[in-house]
């Protein structure tokens, strides 16, 4: 089969004016971190995952969250994704302050506005590749046919037509990755959410997860936060955010981070 991922190349800067973290009116920017802390636990065990992060993302922007196991990443992520509540600041997408939204309303907001890829890619073991795309358009009322047409043209770009009827134990773990991309795209989200799509594929098979990732958010005009540890996916985003002990801080000049 011909490989159906180009090398997309990456561009060197985001539009506008000189990017900085600490920019919670950035005009133009989809979401808006703004001085958010989290703290887990209390008390003695507490541990303080997350101080203070203030940053902003441009509608249309790829970016990177770089930074060693422990340090914040999925917090961070879990958090602006609604997945998980701050201890303090707020988290804007749009014109919605997800910290302030009720249960309920956080539930439809992620299915329809935001795309979460996992780590593990967690696909639901007993449904195959396309019915796990199917499956979270009926969270959000998808007509059938039109769900099923989107899971078709989806799973041909990302070069998995022919492994659809596959389940998720018959896929090779690029292929799981692949679906998963395909998965937060199903309903259109305004945000994805990467979660180190390529922890468990070799370098290049990585290249390739992230490239078609890099590819799918652009042409689709989606904005997008990649967490990774490996310095060699930074160079397919935007810009990058290095997080260090839960402090977050804007990269300006990405080529001088260290291999
Ligand atoms: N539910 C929790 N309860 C207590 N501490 C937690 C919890 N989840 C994470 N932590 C701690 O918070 C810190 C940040 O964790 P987080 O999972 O955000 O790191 P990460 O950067 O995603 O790491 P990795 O690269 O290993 O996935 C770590 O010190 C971790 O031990
Ligand atoms: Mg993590």
């Given at each position: 089969m011909n490989d159906p991922i180009d090398a997309t190349s990456p561009v060197p800067d985001g539009p506008g004016?000189?990017?900085?973290?600490?920019?919670?009116?950035?005009?133009?920017?989809?979401l808006h971190v703004d001085h958010v802390s989290k703290v887990y636990?209390?008390?003695?065990?507490?541990?303080?995952?997350?101080?203070?992060a203030t940053m902003a993302v441009d509608q249309g922007e790829f970016v990177a969250l770089l930074g060693p196991s422990g340090s914040g990443k999925t917090t961070l992520i879990s958090i602006i994704g609604g997945l998980l509540s701050a201890t303090s600041g707020t988290v804007r997408i749009g014109d919605v302050d997800v910290t302030a939204l009720s249960r309920r309303e956080l539930t439809r907001f992620r299915a329809e506005r935001v795309g979460f890829v996992f780590q593990s890619a967690?696909?639901?073991?007993?449904?195959t590749a396309r019915e796990n795309l199917l499956y979270v358009a009926t969270l959000v009322k998808t007509p059938k046919k039109a769900a099923q047409q989107r899971a078709d043209q989806l799973l041909e770009e990302l070069g998995l037509a022919d492994r659809a009827k596959n389940l998720p134990e018959q896929l090779s773990g690029g292929e799981r990755q692949r679906v998963a991309i395909g998965r937060a795209l199903m309903n259109d989200p305004d945000l994805v959410l990467v979660d180190?799509?390529?922890?468990?594929?070799d370098t290049a098979l990585g290249r390739q997860v992230v490239q078609l990732l890099r590819r799918e958010i652009k042409d689709r005009g989606k904005t997008g936060i990649m967490v990774t540890?490996?310095?060699?996916?930074?160079?397919?985003?935007?810009r990058v955010f290095e997080i260090l002990d839960g402090h977050l801080t804007h990269v300006e000049e990405p080529s001088a981070l260290k291999h």
């Open positions: 004016p000189a990017p900085s973290a600490d920019a919670p009116t950035r005009p133009g920017a989809l636990g209390s008390g003695h065990t507490a541990v303080t995952a997350l101080d203070d967690n696909l639901v073991p007993f449904l180190e799509p390529t922890a468990a594929l540890h490996d310095l060699r996916m930074v160079e397919y985003t935007d």
